[in-house]
């Protein structure tokens, strides 16, 4: 059973880190409708492979880089933030001289997941792929900013499962179904509500909210900037902006992947 994470909620306040967060202010790029229809057949599992430990051990790549890495799964309806907060947040921790890398789910299906639809059995493969490349990136120590709907609780639960205790850090974009609908920034809703669009998360087919996120954010209550900032604290204070591992139990687990 996994570590319960400390939960935080962020409600209105004046950021802290107005300092940190560079003008930059990204928005989700524009959207083209896939085709509906599962491409994928089901994996096969393999058993003649073998695993083959590297040479050069996480923690040495977390020393060169000065960070520890880590992933923020950012979940929520189409049109919560997730992109926008998270892309906001990349140009911030640029800034301070970390790497980063941006998962983006439009973006992985143009070419990672192009062969994939939006049934729930190609939904599920899309999170899990999803979630192997993370494991990759944070294990060399880079800072993942996954941004996916992501709508079944199983399959998070099982990329958390995936990554070393507390590399996995569940961002839950909670902003009401009425709120994206009423901003629709790709013209989804619309679609959806017209009959054009079927198997849309959130009109016809279920979003299920975290019931333990790490952070929940109220898109519609802050601003992106005070959001990012509210994150980059969160990374400062469990220690991921730093090499050296803090007296947080959290971080306890440095170098052990």
């Keep these: 059973m996994r570590e319960h994470a400390s939960w935080i909620h ?3 306040r004046t950021p802290r880190y107005h300092a940190t967060i560079a003008p930059t202010r990204c928005v989700a790029a ?3 409708v896939h085709s509906l229809a ?8 393999c058993s003649n492979i073998t695993w083959h430990e590297g040479a050069v051990k996480r923690r040495d790549k ?3 880089l000065n960070q520890r890495g880590c992933v923020l ?3 929520g309806l189409s049109g919560s933030g997730k992109s926008t907060v998270a892309c906001t947040l990349e140009h911030a921790l640029v800034q301070r001289g970390h790497l980063t890398t941006l998962l983006d789910g439009d973006n992985i299906r143009h070419g990672l997941n192009s062969n994939l639809g939006f049934s729930q059995v190609d939904r599920e493969e899309n999170i899990r792929r999803i979630g192997e490349v993370s494991k990759l990136l944070v294990e060399s120590g880079v800072i993942t900013l996954a941004s996916f709907i992501s709508p079944y609780e199983r399959d998070r639960a099982k990329v958390r499962s995936r990554l070393a205790p507390g590399d996995f850090i569940e961002v839950y974009m909670k902003t009401p179904l ?3 609908e009423r901003r629709d920034p790709k013209g989804l809703y619309k679609l959806a509500r017209a009959g054009k669009l079927k198997g849309f998360t959130g ?3 279920p979003y299920e909210p975290p019931n333990n996120a790490e952070i929940v954010l109220e898109s519609d209550k802050l601003s992106v900037e005070a959001m990012a900032a509210e994150l980059l604290i969160f990374l400062d204070s469990r ?6 591992p803090s007296v947080n139990g959290r971080c306890a687990q440095f170098g052990s992947s």
């Design 10 to 12: 962020c409600t209105p």
């Design 38 to 45: 599962s491409a994928a057949a089901p994996p096969t599992a």
């Design 203 to 205: 009109i016809d087919d």
């Design 73 to 75: 799964w950012f979940t």
């Design 62 to 64: 977390e020393k060169l």
């Design 30 to 32: 524009p959207h083209r």
């Design 239 to 244: 220690g991921f902006l730093s090499s050296v």
């Design 178 to 180: 009425a709120v994206c």
